[in-house]
């Protein structure tokens, strides 16, 4: 259910489809994306309401939103927020453990969660005729959730195999693991969100009653709801069921650290038991996700280095040079100081140092010299037919708007991001890549292959 196992996200293309490079005018003609016409309402105890009427099937998207992450981990208890999304499906007050599980695949709907940096998300799909449900639901396991010692050590348990499998089973899964924790140095983003197993183990019953009471209340939350609904009849059921959730008097904790600016490069290695070929990873800092004239350029930025197979980075990397097995660029946008991130997975017979220098040069020849239009056009319709490909259900609408809303910093950016990408130009590319990575301090991972030792024997 982990958002990121660092970083999920760059194992994989940074977009949805692949696309075949055709030439095209020097400027390609904008698309007019309609808006989404989204209803916003806060209820007097604090609650964000964000809702979308679509009737194109007969289906209903509820997302709960928590402006909670692995931020916002108690000192020492690394990957506690991950731990709770998986408590949040025990019992409550009038709900049996699983029972949301019943509630949606029962009736053939989905569920699901994430945790991320600075949300934790809750997110179903079900025939609109059980919305109402699902809203009393959801409104039940954020006033009434009962956790006990039996069910918090069989979650805290799922989590630790959890991390067994992504990060130590995984042969890359250290690698990825370790970039926030390298990459900040004050910012409590340097905790992963998936946690460690020693501050699992630290984790006490106390601190998950704790960790309740102070982030999951309805002056920390985002009710979305998106699809086949009457917007009237939302409207009841939301009043009926959370607004006598009462507000709490005290204060939300507020991450306060300011990550600072990089004085000097730094190299780190790291050695792995199961990885069969090195790796390496670099990161620079960027701006918050608010930032959207840069934020927007860095994914262009990103894409154009790793799209698919005719990526700057494959080609020079893996077609041409040989020396990796697998190479791509990440510009990873939160609500704080976000990383750009290059890395490669090398091939048999080389070292990091070498893919580390074929990055460096990809991204300051991007940064530098310029960028065919058919190239960057096809990016940027890339990246634009994902997002509109999303916009097509009732669960990417919402998912649309809580970026907007929760990570963007405004939800009205649901409808105006899509156009700024269409207006990323080669100076923008040029520009933020000159400001945040080519003249900026870097921070190197190389990771290293480590044979184990055979096991000592008594003579």
Known sequence: MTKRLRRASLLVSLGV?????????????????????????????????????????????VQMWYHVGSKDDPQGR?????????????????????????????????????????????????????????????????????????????????????????????????????????????????????????????????????????????????????????????????????DGIAKPATPIPQVTAKEPARSKDQHYTITSETAPLPGVAITWLIPPASDSADSIALKVAAALLSQGESSRLYQSLVYRHQVAQEAGADADSRVGPGLFTAYAILASGHQPAEAAKLLHEEIIWLATQPIPGAELDKVKTQLLTSALKQRQTAQGLAFALGQASLIDGNVERVNTDLDALQKVSEKDVHRVLQKYVTGAHSVTIDYLPQPSRPPHREQ
């Open 78 to 242: 690394s990957g506690f927020a991950h731990l709770f999304e998986h408590l949040m499906f025990k019992s409550t007050k009038h709900m049996h453990a699983e029972q949301f599980d019943r509630l949606t695949e029962d009736v053939g709907g989905a569920n699901n969660a994430s945790t991320g940096d600075d949300v934790t998300n809750y997110f179903e799909i079900v025939p609109s005729n059980h919305l109402q449900t699902l809203l009393w639901a959801e409104a039940e396991r954020l006033s009434n959730l009962n956790v006990d010692e039996k069910n918090f050590k069989s979650e805290r348990a799922v989590v630790e195999e959890e991390y067994r499998q992504s990060v130590l089973a995984n042969p890359y899964g250290k690698l990825f693991n370790a970039i926030d924790p390298k990459s900040y140095t004050v910012h409590p983003y340097q905790r992963p969100t998936i946690g460690s197993i020693e501050d699992l183990e630290a984790a006490s019953l106390q601190n998950v009653i704790d960790f309740h009471g102070t982030f999951y209340r309805p002056d920390n939350a985002t009710l979305i709801v998106a699809g086949d609904f009457d917007p009237k009849q939302l409207d009841g059921w939301i009043d009926q069921y959370f």
């Open 17 to 61: 489809l692949a696309a075949t490079a055709i030439p095209l005018p020097a400027a390609a003609a904008e698309l007019a994306v309609p808006p989404i016409a989204y209803h916003q309402r806060t209820l007097p105890n604090g609650l964000q309401v964000l809702s979308v009427e679509d009737h194109a099937s007969p289906n209903v998207a």
